[in-house]
């Protein structure tokens, strides 16, 4: 299984995901254009996906769905509720490339199991993904105000996570959004920051955990550098200290990660 995080934060999200003979997009937040530009940095084809795994409607996560989805006739799978809310923002899609894929279910693609769960967002019925291959697991997780404990036993001890670290709690309180807008990414259904990242990141991190990418930064109320500094010292302070076995990763809106096995 090799995976890379194509595109991650507040302007657009997409991550490649590929075993043996099948690929899966989840999300595809960016534009047509953008998108068929990230999959050349990787050297790959958009023609050859298997499908296209949506999380959420929020427009950072579905701008290219359709587009993508029309222009290379690729399945999208996503459950009843985000269908609903996302069938008049992706344009007209034919019924025989729309698929459910409900929450807290499996799918299998040859070796390769994709495990689905529900997160805490603002959102119809948002969730994200574990992938499975063999004894490898990869988990994917953002788009949530808290990680709870359930969320907690499906993710725990991953050999990979792309897991959220939105924001600095201080730079999002002293920053230039209304307050409404605050709230809401401070609430339960908003987004994690980087400390409440790392306290959830300490409870799941097991023997086996190589990599962790921190995703989905705000580029209004965070920074690679605080965010990757935020984390690592609350994991030192919970006993959990960064090594060559075990590093941080940055994404980026723009730049793809490199394509790396789990």
């Known amino acids: 299984m090799h995976f890379s995080v194509l595109a991650s934060g507040s302007t657009g999200n997409a991550i490649y995901v590929e075993s043996g003979e099948y690929s899966f997009l989840v999300d595809a937040g960016l534009s047509g254009k953008q998108m068929e530009s990230l999959f050349q940095q990787i050297d790959r084809k958009m023609d050859k996906l298997t499908g296209i795994l949506v999380t959420h409607e929020h427009s950072d996560h579905i701008k290219g769905v359709g587009i993508v989805a029309r222009k290379y006739k690729l399945p999208i799978y996503a459950n009843e509720k985000t269908w609903n809310a996302m069938n008049p923002l992706i344009g007209e899609i034919p ?5 459910h894929f409900d929450m807290e279910t499996v799918k299998t693609f040859g070796d390769l199991s994709i495990e689905s769960f529900g997160v805490s967002h603002d959102a119809a019925e948002p969730m ?55 709230r809401r990414i401070l609430s339960d259904v908003g987004h994690v920051s980087n400390e409440d990242a790392a306290i959830a990141m300490s409870e799941v ?37 960064l090594h060559d076995g075990l590093a941080l990763h940055d994404t980026d809106p723009k730049v793809p990660t490199v394509l790396t096995a789990i």
Not at 95 to 99: I, N, T, V
Request: charge should be positive.
């Open 128 to 182: 994200f993904y574990v992938f499975h291959e063999g004894d490898k697991k990869l988990v994917l997780i953002t788009d949530t105000g808290y990680v709870s404990d359930r969320m907690k036993g499906i993710i725990t001890n991953a050999d990979s996570y792309v897991f959220e670290s939105n924001h600095d709690v201080q730079m999002l309180r002293m920053g230039k959004y209304p307050w409404n807008i605050k």
């Open 95 to 99: 019924l025989e490339q729309k698929f």
């Open 205 to 241: 991190i097991g023997d086996r955990t190589k990599r962790i990418y921190l995703a989905h930064l705000s580029q209004d109320n965070n920074i690679k550098d605080l965010a990757r500094m935020s984390v690592s010292q609350t994991l030192e302070s919970r006993g959990i200290t």
